[in-house]
T-cell receptor, first 116, second 116 residues
Framework: NAGVTQTPKFQVLKTGQSMTLQCAQD?????MSWYRQDPGMGLRLIHY???????DQGEVPNGYNVSRSTTEDFPLRLLSAAPSQTSVYFC???????????????FGPGTRLTVL | AQSVAQPEDQVNVAEGNPLTVKCTYSVSGNPYLFWYVQYPNRGLQFLLKYITGDNLVKGSYGFEAEFNKSQTSFHLKKPSALVSDSALYFCAVRGDGGSTLGRLYFGRGTQLTVWP
């Protein structure tokens, strides 16, 4: 298993540009999520999905869109990049995420994004 | 509201000495707690979790964590530190219901440095 994969590893954008960060997992996990990591702030949840066709907002969703058309893929779209979106982005997955199932999340290697 | 606090930005310890990385939490329902480790330029790796049962949880790489309900703490411990334990450690708590059920809330992280 490749686990959770993310592309690209690095990206530089200009303000106003759009792009999609890719995330895929080959573990047949129902739950997938996107976080951003900023120095001194830990990880903050952007969006998450509990299954194909179901997405919801996290703590910091503004400026980002997601969709989940398949179990394997969970792309994150930046609609109009801003310097405040400069960060390291992590995708994670978990087998399930219900009130009665408590699983750890598996993280991808991250995408380092710089917006100029 | 759920939250996690890691009161120490940095912990320094000599190799061979015991180490403790502190975490306190706030949650209204049952606490589901996690520790993750992040090595430089890598994604997060799961160490251990507390769901219910024994207050001492054993995890990967010789780490363990002590759950204390009265003090709302979940401190990470290791009896004998290794230089290779040097990394960034995150404590996290799962959302306890409603709109927060799908979320994982992270602390700001504690940088552990083990000196040879």
């Amino acid at each position: 298993n490749a686990g959770v994969t993310q592309t690209p590893k690095f990206q530089v954008l200009k303000t106003g540009q759009s792009m999609t960060l890719q995330c895929a997992q080959d573990m047949n996990h129902e739950y997938m999520s996107w976080y951003r990591q900023d120095p001194g702030m830990g990880l903050r949840l952007i969006h998450y999905s509990v299954g194909a066709g179901i997405t919801d907002q996290g703590e910091v969703p503004n400026g980002y869109n997601v969709s989940r058309s398949t179990t394997e893929d969970f792309p994150l779209r930046l609609l109009s990049a801003a310097p405040s979106q400069t960060s390291v982005y992590f995708c994670a997955s978990s087998p399930t995420w219900t009130a009665s199932s408590i699983h750890e999340q598996f993280f991808g290697p991250g995408t380092r994004l710089t917006v100029l | 509201a759920q939250s996690v606090a890691q009161p120490e930005d940095q912990v320094n310890v000599a190799e061979g000495n015991p180490l403790t990385v502190k975490c306190t939490y706030s949650v209204s329902g049952n606490p589901y707690l996690f520790w993750y480790v992040q090595y430089p330029n890598r994604g997060l790796q799961f160490l251990l979790k507390y769901i219910t049962g024994d207050n001492l949880v054993k995890g990967s790489y010789g780490f363990e964590a002590e759950f204390n309900k009265s003090q709302t703490s979940f401190h990470l411990k290791k009896p004998s530190a290794l230089v290779s334990d040097s990394a960034l450690y995150f404590c996290a708590v799962r959302g306890d219901g409603g709109s927060t059920l799908g979320r994982l809330y992270f602390g700001r992280g504690t940088q552990l440095t083990v000196w040879p």
